[in-house]
């Protein structure tokens, strides 16, 4: 036991928790962004893995780190359009719609790597975004190492957190999406196009997602691996209803989770001879549907989320 | 611009639902500081047409003019700036966001970068002190009362300087003494030159409030008026097309009891618990139970319907226990059920009539085999004689259920609950929301349904049908139900202060009076 909290204490310990938090930030914003608007986005998990092969491809093929990020975010934004296509024009099923997009997305993925890169066989490496150390809050000890010398990405994802606050609940075009998400009606009936909002909404959240799938070959690692995304896109669907859709919240709860990502593989190395290693791979799962158990309760959920809206039809 | 330039005109406005005119060929003009009624039943247009006005809907044919400048179809965005403000009947506003947020979404750029919330609440707080529309801008709409959010709708349009307001079936979710206060404040506005559009289907509101009425019957304008005229048996003819007769009661023999609840008490607290529930329900007898909604009705009609498990007391129908929490078995035991919302209980709006008219006896030889597999056959032409039996109008057994009107989809419940001649109905709001000839039908099967020797609980908020329909009367408050005594032994009054709590809702006397 006095094993774990010697990990807790470790500056490793609370770098690697902000590095495996920042995909999350980002996945989870983008996907609260789309379930605030009324639109429920299964896509994330292929939509990751967009972002995280076209990304990498940019920097492998010559272009550089930022130019990467913004293609990312373009393909994400893309792979959006292509969801709000079919669930807030057409009305379809936002689940099946949202599954379809990920088998789609992953596959394509993985199909144009291939494509492009027929003969590697061991994947290719890039040069990553390297650590900026923060003069001065760097030199604080624990905090310092583990927060103030991250990688420009990280640092976004964190400003991002308060940035997409503001944007949801002090400006209008934010009010616009939460009332999307709550009563559509009430949007179209004070002369604002609900489906321009949402379709919007879906967009902006999908490039998110895809930035955080980017973040993972071009931050965290330098290379694409098949399957890398690896359920996160999941996880983030989850940390949005444990956030009830608040994006302070969702910093809470992503950090809650990465936390236990990182504990559980320095715990697999100090007691991993008496339990099996498999125990530990669960356990950040199993804490977060507990603590979704004990969230679900309180949730509120955004009145209007997965009812389409159509324009004109009889109520 | 003089004043005998009309504000609104509608000229020649058609629109059509498939084969349904919803509005045929409609006129209309509406003038500075005047309140226009617009009259009608049920499925008569009229909210197609204040639909088409704010853009809802594109008309097939025909335009709507403010101020002599035709509106461009089918944009709400026109519409309001054009100074258009509507109060829909289903009202338009978002629970989990506060009344400022309503109130402000559309008024401000999209673009801009932050909300200039201080002058927004500044105008607001002033614009509700001006119109006596007092409401606290920063509170959630979840937490308003009905009255409260429609004045939150009242000033959404105002907030954006409507000049013409229209209000959908205003009242319908009004108590009394609110649909008092907004009546004074409609009044104020139009003082300050704005013009109004009333919609409603309620004679004695429409005469209270209006200086002109337009009354629209299946789509069409059936007669126009001036209220200082306006008859109301004259308008309620317009209305209906003919005059409808509400069926009354015809004294009959009583039978032997059906229904003996005694000392029923239900788990938890708060209003809707029931507290030592005494009643009995006789064969051929129809007892109502008068009340505010809240005050236990629901719980009584759930646990007679077999949807609530457990209670203390006893409940007998035909001298043996009701099954509890098991809907199938009592169904068996002989009640019929007519759900208070049809929609949400009663019928599956996606599935086919024939489906939802076997639903209640799916066991039965005639239906399936063993409960197994259907055999549709049987029970299609068994929903075409039910179909028949209790006048549905619709295009066949197997068309969609919520498709129908609210009248033909009550019929459908009858149709489903009655046939199996049950011994105890269960009616629960039976005619809420429907117009005059369906409530009529209803009624009449009700009566019927007494005269073959059936015992009836109806519940109702509608006292002036409780009064014409039941034998004995009885009033809900906080989970006590008083006496049922003779209807006719107290007048509506009382009943008003007994709903209110106020007066006795002592139980005990019957069971000696029956006994």
């Known amino acids: ?315 | 611009m003089t004043d005998l330039q009309p504000v609104l005109e509608f000229r020649n406005v058609t629109k059509r639902f498939g084969s349904l005119t919803a509005n045929d060929a409609i006129s209309l003009s509406l003038h500075a500081g005047e309140i226009l009624a617009l009259l009608g039943e049920n499925g008569a247009g009229k909210t197609t047409l204040m639909n088409i006005l704010f853009g809802h809907y594109r008309a097939d044919e025909g335009a709507a003019l403010v101020d002599g400048q035709e509106l461009p179809p089918g944009s709400t965005q026109a519409a309001i700036q054009a100074g258009i403000g509507m109060v829909h009947q289903h009202f338009t506003l978002a629970d989990n966001l506060t009344v400022l947020e309503n109130i402000t979404l559309g008024t401000e750029s999209l673009y801009a970068w932050r909300q200039d919330q201080k002058k927004a609440r500044a105008k607001l707080v002033a614009m509700s002190e001006d119109y006596g529309l007092l409401v606290d801008p920063d509170v959630l709409v979840s937490s308003l009362s009905v009255g409260e959010r429609q004045r939150v709708e009242i000033l959404k349009a105002l907030y954006r300087d409507a000049r013409i307001l229209i209000l959908d079936e205003p009242t319908a979710v009004l108590t009394p003494q609110e649909s008092d206060n907004l009546f004074a404040t409609l009044k104020a506005i139009t003082k300050k030159g704005l013009a109004i559009i009333f919609i409603s289907h309620k004679l004695h509101e429409i005469l209270a409030i209006s200086s002109r009425i337009a009354v629209l019957r299946r789509g069409a304008i059936v007669g126009s008026l001036e209220t200082a005229v306006a008859r109301r048996e004259q308008l309620a003819e317009l209305m209906v097309g003919v005059a409808v007769a509400r069926p009354k009661l015809t004294a009959i023999a009583k039978g032997e009891p059906v229904l003996e609840i005694s000392g029923l008490s239900t788990d938890g607290a708060g209003a809707s618990t029931l507290k030592d529930v005494n009643l009995t329900i006789r064969a051929h007898e129809i007892v109502g139970i008068a009340g505010v909604a809240g005050n236990g009705q629901s719980t009584l009609a759930d646990l007679l319907s077999g949807l609530t498990q457990r209670y203390a007391g006893s409940v007998r129908l035909n001298n043996s226990a009701l099954p509890t929490g098991d809907p199938r078995a009592v169904v068996a035991a002989g009640v019929g059920r007519i759900p208070e919302d049809r929609h949400a209980r009663g019928m599956v709006g996606e599935m086919e009539i024939w489906e939802n008219l076997i639903s209640e006896d799916l066991r039965s030889p005639d239906i399936s085999n063993s409960g197994i597999i259907i055999n549709s056959s049987k029970s299609k032409s068994r929903a075409v004689r039910q179909i028949e039996e209790f006048d549905v109008r619709c295009s066949g057994p197997e068309a969609e259920t919520k498709l129908l009107s609210g009248g033909n989809m009550q019929k459908l419940i009858l149709a489903r609950a009655l046939s199996r001649k049950p011994t105890l109905i269960l009616a629960n709001q039976p005619v809420r929301g429907l117009d005059e000839g369906a409530i009529a039908y209803v009624q009449n099967q009700l009566l019927q349904a007494r005269q073959r020797g059936a015992a009836i609980l109806l519940i109702s908020e509608d006292l002036d049908e409780l009064m014409s329909l039941t034998d004995r009367i009885a009033v809900m408050f906080h989970g006590q139900l008083s006496d049922a005594i003779p209807t006719g032994d107290r007048t509506i009054a009382e009943i008003g202060l007994m709903m209110a709590g106020q007066g006795s809702v002592t139980p005990g006397e019957e069971r000696s009076l029956d006994h």
Not at chain 1, 243 to 259: E, H, I, K
Not at chain 1, 295 to 309: C, E, I, S
Request: aromatic fraction near 12%; charged fraction near 10%; include cysteine.
């Open chain 1, 1 to 315: 036991m006095s094993d774990l909290f010697d990990i807790l204490l470790t500056a490793g310990f609370w770098a690697a928790t902000i590095r495996i938090v920042s995909p999350l930030i980002f996945g989870t914003l983008g996907e609260l962004i789309c379930e605030r608007a009324g639109v429920l986005n299964l896509g994330i998990e292929g939509i990751m893995t967009v972002g995280a092969m076209s990304g990498w491809m940019w920097v492998y093929q010559g272009g550089d780190l930022w130019g990467g990020v913004i293609f990312a975010a373009l393909m994400g934004a893309i792979f959006g359009l292509l969801h709000a296509i079919f669930t807030v024009h057409l009305g379809l099923s936002q689940h099946v719609t949202g599954i379809g997009i990920t088998l789609f997305a992953s596959a394509l993925s993985y199909f144009v790597y291939r494509m492009l890169l027929p003969d590697a066989t061991t994947p290719p490496k890039i040069v990553p975004f390297q650590p900026i150390e923060i003069p001065w809050l760097s030199d604080i000890p624990l905090i310092g190492e583990a927060v103030f010398s991250q990688s420009a990405m990280t640092y976004l994802a964190l400003l991002t957190v308060p940035a997409v606050w503001y944007v949801l609940f002090r400006t209008p075009v934010g009010l616009a999406v939460r009332m999307s998400g709550e009563n559509p009606v009430a949007v179209e009936a004070q002369g604002i196009n609900v489906l321009a909002v949402r379709t919007a909404a879906v967009m902006v959240g999908s490039a998110f997602m895809a930035v955080g799938g980017a973040f993972i070959t071009m931050s965290w690692f330098d290379a694409f691996y098949f399957g890398m995304i690896n359920g996160r896109g999941w996880i983030c669907v989850a940390l949005v209803i444990f956030a009830s859709w608040n994006p302070g919240r969702a910093l809470v709860g992503a950090l809650l989770f990465a936390g236990l990502e990182a504990l559980q593989v320095r715990a697999q190395q100090s007691v991993g001879a008496f339990i099996p290693y498999q125990f530990f791979l669960m356990l950040p799962y199993v804490m977060s549907i507990v603590a979704m158990i004990i969230m679900a309760r309180k949730t509120k959920y955004p009145q209007a989320l997965l009812v389409p809206f159509r324009r004109g039809e009889r109520v």
